[in-house]
């Protein structure tokens, strides 16, 4: 897709030429419900995925690409913060929600009220759930979360059998999952191989403990693409999802914006704040509509690449709020109005997110969840 596709719905924000926005990212919602298909296809038919949809579905539009997950049969969606489950809720998603950090307890009220499930990774976390629900007359589903070895948050194993016996005296808290959080699972094999042995043995301790029926779920995209082992009965793409982790998956978004301004610069004229780049030649220099106010990484100063009528134009200088400058020397059919690619194809060349995060030091995640809010999301291939 590209900025003259008719078939999108845009964000009628900062409109550039033809009314068109400026700088938009275009996000084929077709392509996200063919990315869950790949997924599943490596799971038993058993397995449920969770899909998450936590900050804003990572960059790519909260409620747009979950309810394109939910038309295309997801199982559940993830989210970080109960704010992004009222959200979904709002627009009439109603499949099975679990909120997935803590810090909820506050809202234990409009938990129960939307019908949300809700990670547990400390027994604390159970008494506001629990008065909710009973004052509410209907219980409230939870997943107990052990930590295997990701250190951050989680029960500590032995601890495992001290909750099953409160929620044996819990009318109004369901187990509806037990979990974990792989570390390391798309870096270092030995130790996710270690996790998921220690996971496993959850489940002979919760048949024993009278809950043999719960579902297990440990694994990420890097879990579910690279360790089989690791699918247990549910798992919770995130990143898989948007198109990255695997190489039969694709890339849903792509970040475009508009060439605004063409100079011609002099043989050792220097270019903007701070002079960090001279000219070496005699040079056509182009001015686009993006900056680090919209998620164009600062880091990207000279040394990174927007593709430019089909050509990479270099980044010269330094990366600024709102504006950036290009090399179009070695681009002659680049002018003004010309589509700048930051993320995506143009031609027979390509930018990821891959690509930009190693730039940048940095990964995927970061690059994708930094487009900022003034980027108008525009979508295609919704149902």
Known sequence: MSLSDPTLTAI??????????????????????RNLGRLRARLAPTTRVVGVVKAGGYGHGLVAVARRLEAAGVDGLG??????????????????????????????????????????????????????????????GIHLKVDTGMGRLGLDAPHLETALARLHHAPYLRLAGVMSHLACADEEGAFTGEQIDAFATLRPRLAAAGFGAIPLHLANTAGVVHFPAAHFDMVRPGLGLYGYGAVDLEPVLTLETRVVRVRHLAAGATVGYGRTFRCGRPTRMGVVRIGYGDGLPRALSNRGCLLVAGRRCPIIGRVNMDLTCIDLTDAPAAAVGSVAVVIGRQGGERITADEVAAQTGTIAYEVLCSIGPRVARVYGGGE
Do not use: C, F, H, N
């Open 12 to 33: 009628p924000v900062d409109a550039g030429q033809g009314g068109l926005p400026a700088t938009r990212a275009v996000v084929d919602l077709a392509a996200v419900a």
């Open 79 to 140: 989210v970080a913060v109960v704010e992004e489950a009222a959200a979904l809720r709002g627009a009439g998603v109603t499949t099975p929600i679990l909120v997935l950090s803590p810090g909820y307890e506050a809202a234990a009220a409009v938990v129960v009220e939307l019908a949300l499930e809700v990670v547990v990774s400390d027994l604390a976390e159970l008494d506001p759930l629990e008065a909710a629900a009973r004052r509410a007359g209907r219980p409230v």
